[in-house]
């Protein structure tokens, strides 16, 4: 079925093709009559085009019609937009199921393009009887919004849209809701998510890096738009192999649409967006919306571009950062065959041959001898690891256990490098500034306590110092008050009864005790020489209050703090907890986009290649 339409299609093409290039125009006389209905068509010219396109009369002169009807319904649509201001958007529904539905299909809709999101998707929802918020509107790879006019989000006149229906039927209607939620709770926590970017959050953080697996260093800013649109992408994914298509679509193009925000070098150093366009593109596919959006081929030319720029156009970048190519070219792989099939949607059919043949070369380079892959997994690695080892091996697998293992130990490297990195920020915070307002050198203030000066002391004495290790030396010797000042990493450290009593067994009091081991981190040597200096009396902690809680009440303001802090702790737990739930499913290995079991691929490949082949030379 598809094959005949590609041949009806293709000989429309031809068709107008010719007319354009004698040009002649089937919507005036003497083909159309003032009236707008069919006029004369010359037997001669029906004869000609019969002769010189080999193709019957009878299907000349139906092609003749429908060319003309079309021509004379875009005239007429034009005509009303420019005299009354209404636009005609065509509308292509993707999720609608029952029959009855489709019957009524709707297929274009009239409306003015300073009308807002909302009133459009009101206009749709009432015309195929479809709640609102169970309609996503999609123009030109865009996320129809609510809040601003058609114009402002680029619909035109003739656009076409694609409406998403997640769910039609009532029996599905609890779960339609349910995937819109989701939706916009993912979005909600992908959003906080990114707040926590410039938070030294080791629970929560995203490490962005480039294609060699270290770490970007990015301004903040950049850093929150970078992970709200990598996060967006990520949950996107997951959705596409839970099969959940519509969801998915709509959280990548949500990530797109953050994408758009970071600046092209930052982008030019990751490959996430090229495969993000990938996977938006996979989507229209699964939602056989290839051959209707534009937006496809654009998408697909941005991805090999990036491709390129980021692996060289012969892997060479890729070999020299990597070692290797294997697991790379699955996205080649799935990149030619969606262009091949947008090239068969268009009617370039060399062009789709040459790309089916190149995506069908690499798909035998990619596949993964089964028993090989069992053989891999019973020395103990998982089968995502043996997949990727082994086609980045050509199959060998003792080369494919060498490769596992070497990235192992690269990505050990680099977790070892990132927490390094990690704790020296943490405790670079605490530190403060110099007099020249250059942040403390970790390393000079971790040298210092080396040497066995306090945590306290060596901060102060190099704030002074600026930074140098000498003169803070100096300072150190001229100043042995510092020597007293507490530990500014205020680590978490518990106060063991063991702890206090090597300390109150010299003849401190336990308080005091307390108080000196908590203001040195749990050091007991510092502790007993604190107490020994203060002659065995130090000032209570501030933070702590009296043991019946009296204080708090005294106060006519305790009360409303303490409320105010029982809300932003439940808040913070309430984040917490929703990040750990966002969080859950995202893939661990940042290889994860690449282990592609091109299960699917072969079987689009294999519908396409016998479509092309069907249709010899044509």
């Known amino acids: 079925m598809m094959a005949e339409n590609y041949t009806k299609e293709l000989n429309q093409k031809n068709v107008r093709e010719k007319l354009n290039y004698e040009k002649i125009k089937l919507w005036l006389p003497p083909y159309t009559t003032e009236s707008d209905e069919k006029g004369d068509i010359p037997k001669d010219l029906v004869d000609r085009f019969s002769k010189d396109l080999k193709l019957p009369e009878d299907e000349i002169t139906e092609i003749f019609e429908s060319l003309r009807v079309h021509a004379i319904q875009k005239l007429q649509e034009r005509n009303k937009f420019q ?21 009524h299909s709707l297929t274009s809709v009239e409306i003015s393009l300073d009308s807002k999101g909302q009133d459009f998707r009101k206009m749709i929802s009432d015309r195929i009887g479809i709640p609102q918020d169970q309609l996503k509107i999609i123009c030109q790879g865009k996320v129809v919004g609510n809040d601003t006019t058609l114009k402002e989000q680029n619909v035109k006149n003739s656009s076409q849209v694609l409406v998403l229906c997640l769910s039609v039927s009532e029996s599905e209607a609890a779960k339609q809701q349910l995937e819109i939620t ?89 490959d996430n967006y090229a495969v993000l366009c990938l996977d938006i593109v996979w989507c229209y596919l699964c939602l056989k919306n290839v051959e209707d959006l534009p937006d496809a081929e654009k998408r697909l030319n941005m991805s090999e571009d990036c491709f390129i720029r980021s692996y060289g156009s012969n892997f060479e970048r890729l070999n020299a950062v990597k070692g290797g190519s294997g697991t790379e070219l699955a996205l080649f792989m799935r990149l030619h065959l969606l262009q091949g099939i947008v090239a068969f949607h268009q009617h370039r059919l060399q062009d789709a041959r040459r790309l089916l043949s190149k995506a069908e070369f690499e798909l035998q380079h990619l596949v993964v001898d089964s028993e090989k892959l069992t053989e891999v997994m019973t020395m103990g690695f998982n089968e995502r690891e043996a997949r990727l080892g082994l086609r980045a091996s ?21 977790s070892k490098k990132i927490k390094e990195e990690r704790r020296k920020k943490r405790i670079q915070k605490s530190l403060g500034l110099t007099a020249n307002k250059d942040k403390v050198n970790v390393d000079s203030y971790e040298m210092l306590t080396n040497m066995g000066f306090g945590g306290g002391a060596a901060a102060e004495a190099l704030r002074q110092a600026n930074n140098d290790v000498g003169q803070a030396l100096e300072v150190l010797e001229k100043h042995p008050e510092f020597l007293s000042l507490p530990d500014p990493e205020h680590k978490d450290i518990t106060i063991t009864d063991e702890m206090l009593a090597q300390v109150y067994s010299l003849g401190f009091d336990p308080e005091m005790a307390r108080e000196a081991l908590k203001l040195h981190a749990g050091s007991i040597q510092k502790a007993i020489d604190e107490l020994i200096r203060s002659g065995g009396i130090l000032a209570r902690s501030s933070s702590e209050g009296s ?42 290995d940042e290889e994860d986009y690449l282990d592609l079991t091109l299960t699917e691929e072969e079987q689009f490949l294999k519908e396409y290649k016998s479509l092309v082949d069907s249709l010899g030379d044509t």
Do not use: W, Y
């Not at 294609?211 to 850093?223: D, V, Y």
């Not at 199959?395 to 293992?405: D, K, L, P, R, T």
């Open 394 to 414: 050509a199959g060998h697998i003792e080369q494919a256990v060498q490769h596992i293992m070497q990235r192992k130990e690269e990505k050990k490297g680099i």
């Open 83 to 103: 005299e009354s201001g209404l636009a005609t958007i065509k509308v292509k529904i993707s999720g609608q199921k029952s029959k009855e539905e489709t019957k």
């Open 182 to 270: 989701k939706f916009m709770s993912t979005k909600k926590a992908a959003e906080l998510l990114s707040t926590q970017a410039g938070k030294d959050d080791d629970d929560f953080e995203i490490q962005i890096a480039d294609q060699s697996g270290r770490p970007l260093q990015l301004p903040a800013e950049e850093k929150k738009a970078l992970t709200l649109a990598m996060t967006l992408h990520e949950k996107g994914r997951v959705a596409l192999k839970k099969k959940e298509i519509a969801q998915a679509l709509l959280l990548l193009l949500e990530a797109d649409k953050e994408f758009s925000k970071c600046r092209a070098d930052i982008l030019n150093a990751v």
């Open 547 to 588: 043991s019946d809680g009296s204080s708090a009440d005294s106060s006519p303001e305790a009360g409303p703090s303490n409320i105010n802090k029982t809300e932003e702790k439940k808040r913070k737990k309430e984040e917490k907890e929703a990040l750990q739930d966002f969080m859950s499913d995202l893939p661990e």
